[in-house]
Nanobody, 129 residues
């Protein structure tokens, strides 16, 4: 069973930046897809970003939701089994609980939440105007 622990959320002014972290343990991480989703009150869970890594290749493939493309960056530290989400140029509409997710293997549709089998508890990001 994979455990995911997010950190780094907080309150920030519009235009500011934050870096979220997701530390993973309890599973294999040589070939996985890690994702970030967010959910604002009264709204459905929304895809933010994902990163896929296949142990057979040295590079990772990244994906972004349209709302965050160009502002957020997903990355990972394989040695630490940690994935990061750098949030820049934040807007009030980015306010949400951000969740880290894990899927074993390289999944073909990382923007679909149900493709992920493990989830963190979430970290709140609040952007004031």
């Amino acid at each position: 069973q994979v455990q995911l622990v997010e950190s780094g959320g907080g309150l920030v002014q519009a235009g500011g930046s934050l870096r979220l972290s997701c530390a993973a343990s309890g599973g294999t991480f040589s070939s996985v897809t890690m994702g970030w989703f967010r959910q604002a009150p009264g709204k459905e869970r929304e895809f933010v970003a994902a990163i896929r890594r296949n142990s057979a290749v040295r590079y990772a493939t990244t994906y972004y939701g349209d709302a965050v493309k160009g502002r957020f960056t997903i990355s990972r530290d394989n040695a630490k089994n940690t994935v990061y989400l750098q949030l820049t140029s934040l807007k009030p509409e980015d306010t949400a609980v951000y969740y880290c997710a894990h899927a074993l293997g390289v999944i073909s549709q990382p923007h679909i939440a149900t493709n992920f089998t493990s989830w963190g508890q979430g970290t709140q990001v609040t952007v004031s105007s």
